[in-house]
């Protein structure tokens, strides 16, 4: 089984370096496609641009995948999700980790083309960083999400406890126990969506 995933908003596949580590000790393999040059961060919501980048994935993978997204990762993983699943990829589900929706509502146009397989939120308590809490919220159109909530965990908990720029732009506060349940939240999702 193959794991995607979409880091947040200016970040690159780099920053999900622990999060890969976690899937390889599950046993899954995790792609980590670069979604836009961290100069130009818009083109991560640009519809065209994601289709051609489904097409390109829907080509080289093989075997049940599994879509994951960061932040606005969330957003781009949603709309990759629902464009490989129409490409005939044995897509299990997708796996919102405190997603944020982009201007052009690209989760909230894309979540009911997924209706039927497993959705998983994994969310953070409300900052600046995830629109304090607006997708949580709105995930009550879609019974069918399950969500994990993560009492204390920040943004930018999947990459590390501390990190300065999460600190800094979100607030985070949380400590290395708290970023540690965080990320084993997410497990549990990728494992709940696997399974």
Not at 154 to 166: K, N, T
């Amino acid at each position: 089984m193959t794991v995607v995933a979409l880091p947040g908003f200016t970040r690159g596949p780099r920053n999900l370096d622990a999060f890969a580590s976690e899937c390889a000790a599950a046993g899954l393999a995790c792609v980590r496609p670069s979604l836009a040059p961290r100069w130009i961060p818009v083109l991560y919501m640009v519809p065209s641009r994601l289709r051609r980048m489904a097409t390109s994935l829907g080509g080289r993978l093989t075997g049940p995948v599994i879509v994951a997204g960061h932040s606005a990762g969330a957003a781009a993983g949603s709309y990759l999700a629902a464009r490989v699943r129409q490409a005939d990829v044995d897509l299990r589900g997708l796996v919102l980790i405190d997603g944020v929706d982009s201007p052009n509502r690209l989760i909230a146009k894309s979540l009911p083309a997924l209706e039927g397989l497993r959705v998983a939120a994994v969310v953070a308590p409300p900052s600046p960083c995830n629109r304090h809490g607006a997708l949580d919220s709105s995930l009550a159109q879609f019974p069918w999400v399950r969500r994990w909530f993560v009492p204390g965990a920040g943004h930018g908990d999947i990459e590390g406890a501390g990190l300065h720029i999460y600190r800094r732009a979100c607030g985070d506060t949380s400590d290395e126990a708290t970023a540690n349940r965080f990320r084993a939240s997410v497990m549990e999702a990728v494992q709940w969506v696997a399974d």
